[in-house]
């Protein structure tokens, strides 16, 4: 919303800086066989960053986190992240098998409560990655990251294995067949439904924001026109879903943000951003 635009948009063309140079680095890595060309921070916050989120630890409700394979905005008070960012391109796409470790993010400010893997034990809920594991197989170490608690909320097992899984395996597809994504997953609208003893909340949607660029593109926010394809989708975090189509839950961006506050897509020029987020997608 325009709330965060002012403040982001002081500085609308370092991520089009850094994400170039990790382009060509990455290229160049490639080239003499490291698998890990695109994992690097400043590569998965390209399109900006939602909800303002700092990494001052007295932001406690919407602390910036920055890893190789995706940032976050972390929620102390709900135990999971506002949400995700990652880019997902063909570099990401390896051999590396699921590593299943989940793990306590060491990363979270010290005396901070700590998400365990037995938090969710007999929860109800799934272990619901927001940065998929599959998407992230180009090293083990990647995959590992994917494991942290910290990129995990409670998730029903209708939605994160039916529409959810769907939708993640079709922002594959786009990426074999030739594009790069930059890709927002937020958990959104909170009540007051916790698990592991009131420690986690359980968001009540699950939305995404994805980009679709083709091939080639510079891997910046600039690359985005009033043509670029954006998929947003907004899907209820209940039972009885495994079998609808991750289509049917698309919205426009201007709705997730006026349903969350956010601004998505913010380092794109608000004059872009005006006509893509009243879209709704419909390939
Ligand atoms: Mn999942
Ligand atoms: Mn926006």
């Not at 695109?38 to 989120?53: E, I, K």
């Not at 051999?95 to 700590?114: C, E, I």
């Not at 995959?143 to 942290?148: I, L, R, V």
């Amino acid at each position: 919303m325009s709330l965060f635009r002012p403040f982001l948009s002081r500085r609308p063309f370092a991520g089009l800086v850094a994400s170039t140079a990790t382009f060509v680095f990455g290229f160049i890595a490639l080239s003499t066989g490291s698998a890990r060309a695109q994992s690097t921070p400043s590569l998965q916050l390209v399109m900006g960053n939602p909800s303002g989120a700092t990494t001052s630890v007295s932001n406690t409700n919407n602390y910036l986190m920055q890893k190789p394979q995706y940032s976050l905005a972390y929620n102390k008070s709900h135990a999971t992240p506002n949400w995700v960012s990652w880019h997902l391109g063909p570099q990401d796409l390896g051999s590396a098998p699921r590593n299943d470790a989940f793990h306590t993010d060491t990363d979270l400010p010290s005396g901070w409560y700590r998400v365990t893997n037995s938090d969710y034990t007999n929860s109800g809920y799934d272990r619901g990655h927001n940065c998929p594991s599959a998407d992230r197989t180009a090293t083990s170490a990647d995959n590992y990251a994917t494991f942290a608690m910290t990129n995990i909320v409670p998730q029903t097992a209708d939605n994160n294995q039916g529409p959810w899984a769907a939708l993640e395996d079709y922002c594959r597809t786009l990426v074999n067949s030739g594009n790069d994504l930059f890709i927002i997953s937020c958990p959104n609208h909170y009540g007051t439904t916790t698990i592991a003893a009131g420690k986690v909340y359980v968001p009540s949607y699950m939305s995404k924001v994805i980009v679709v660029l083709p091939a080639g593109s510079s891997l910046s926010a600039s690359a985005v026109t009033t043509s670029t394809r954006i998929i947003c989708v907004d899907m209820p975090n209940t039972a009885g879903i495994r079998a609808n189509s991750w289509k049917s839950y698309r919205i426009s961006v201007d709705q997730l943000e006026g349903y969350t506050g956010y601004d998505f897509l913010s380092n794109v020029s608000t004059s872009v951003q005006s006509v893509i987020e009243a879209r709704v997608d419909n390939l």
